[in-house]
């Protein structure tokens, strides 16, 4: 979701913003390797 924008439960958003972006850097590492 929007960071701007409130939610009834913060902690799950904040644990798929933990989780997510780890995911987001391997995956942009990955494209990297492949468009190489």
Do not use: K
């Not at 924008?5 to 958003?13: A, E, G, M, S």
């Not at 933990?18 to 990955?30: I, M």
């Amino acid at each position: 979701p929007v960071y701007g924008q409130p939610t009834p439960t913060p902690v799950p958003v904040s644990g798929a913003a933990r989780f997510g972006a780890p995911v987001a850097v391997v995956a942009g590492l990955v494209m990297a390797a492949f468009a190489l």
